[in-house]
């Protein structure tokens, strides 16, 4: 059965700390997307990545990272140097592509960053 | 930039009555979901809407919940007999094609008393 797991419930980081949001999933298929979105306390997702599952490459975005290991059915997100404004609702979800899917989004329970100055 | 849009941002019904969410999906996008969020929890998927019918429902769109794309942009969620426990966030989203990234609207706030 397909699942996400982000067993961290609430981060606080000091300002200019780095952060790292866990994200572990389960699925049989071997074609599948991940993807990362934010909910800043306004209450919109905002998407900030997508992964398929053929590439492990990891992706850096300016102080986001994204670190994708099929061995550990992980994708974790860190933050480098993070800010006030990185305080958020993260949520990792997965969405499977076999034939016929509708590739619906399964996230997780999110994690809440709280970044204090 | 193209983006989703959803009406009202906010609702409060009483319960027993019936609610319409609207979506305006962008523009070139061919698949349409929604989702729901209760309070502190986790998103939830709906339903997946493709070539004017459902592609899949979760076991929360029971007969209370119909989704409708009446005219060529507007898409909408209609709950017929709302119940305290449909109040939550209810996000639309909508991509290009099915595996493509689901870009989301900023959500109605639903509050049933």
């Known amino acids: 059965a397909q699942k996400v797991t982000q067993a961290q419930t609430e981060i606080s980081v000091v300002e200019k700390e780095d952060v790292t949001l866990d994200c572990v999933y389960e699925?049989?298929?071997?074609?599948?997307?991940l993807f990362w979105y934010k909910q800043p306390p306004s209450g919109e997702l905002v998407f900030l990545i997508r992964?398929?599952?053929?590439?492990?490459q990891n992706e850096i975005s300016g102080r986001y990272s994204w670190n994708f290991q099929k061995s550990t059915s992980s994708f974790n997100f860190t933050i480098t140097a993070s800010q006030v404004v990185d305080s958020a609702v993260y949520f990792c979800?997965?969405?499977?592509?076999?034939?016929?899917?509708?590739?619906?989004?399964?996230f997780g329970s999110g994690t809440r960053l709280l970044v204090r100055p | 930039e193209p983006e989703v849009t959803q009406t009202p941002s906010h609702q409060v019904t009483q319960m027993g009555q019936e609610v319409i969410l609207r979506c305006v999906p962008i523009?070139?996008?061919?698949?349409f979901y929604w989702y729901r969020q209760i309070l502190g929890q986790k998103v939830e998927f709906l339903v997946s809407?493709?070539?004017?019918?459902?592609?899949?429902k979760s076991e929360i769109f029971d007969d209370q919940f119909s989704v409708e794309r009446p005219d060529g942009s507007n898409f909408t969620l209609k709950i017929r007999s709302t119940k305290l426990e449909d109040s939550a966030m209810y996000f639309c989203?909508?991509?290009?094609?099915?595996?493509?990234?689901?870009?989301f609207g900023p959500g109605t706030r639903l509050l049933v008393l």
């Open positions: 992964r398929n599952s053929f590439d492990e």
């Open positions: 989203a909508s991509s290009e094609i099915a595996r493509e990234t689901q870009y």
């Open positions: 809407f493709y070539n004017n019918e459902i592609s899949e």
């Open positions: 523009s070139n996008h061919l698949y």
């Open positions: 979800a997965l969405s499977e592509a076999e034939i016929y899917s509708s590739y619906k989004l399964i």
């Open positions: 699925t049989r298929d071997t074609t599948y997307y």
